[in-house]
Nanobody, 126 residues
Framework: QVQLAESGGGLVQAGGSLKLSCASSGRTFSSYAMGWFRQPPGKEREFVAG????????DYADSVKGRFTISRDNAKNTVYLQMNSLKPEDTAVYYCAADRVRSTVVAGTSGDYDYWGQGTQVTVSS
């Protein structure tokens, strides 16, 4: 069983930055591809970014390319999401997730992920 815990959310003005962290309790963290998703108010959960087990493969939603950066530190069992140039439309609850099946490919569908954190709120004011 893998437990994930997000942190780093908050309120920020448009154009600002936040860095989210997701800490894992499991010893198998380094073998999983990891993803970040978000759920804006009243909308479906959507893929934001993902990273393979080694950190060498990354993928991003078009809406965040060039602004967000995903990274991981397997020694710390932690995945990060650096968010720059934030926009009001980035307001959402952000979730991290672990894919125990695929380690070398980033999946972009929430159904492909097996473990989820509780989420952290990010609010961007205009």
């Amino acid at each position: 069983q893998v437990q994930l815990a997000e942190s780093g959310g908050g309120l920020v003005q448009a154009g600002g930055s936040l860095k989210l962290s997701c800490a894992s309790s499991g010893r198998t963290f380094s073998s999983y591809a990891m993803g970040w998703f978000r759920q804006p108010p009243g909308k479906e959960r959507e893929f934001v970014a993902g990273v393979t087990w080694s950190g060498g493969g990354k993928d991003y939603a078009d809406s965040v390319k060039g602004r967000f950066t995903i990274s991981r530190d397997n020694a710390k069992n932690t995945v990060y999401l650096q968010m720059n140039s934030l926009k009001p439309e980035d307001t959402a609850v952000y979730y991290c997730a672990a894919d125990r099946v695929r380690s070398t490919v980033v999946a972009g569908t929430s159904g492909d992920y097996d473990y989820w954190g509780q989420g952290t709120q990010v609010t961007v004011s205009s």
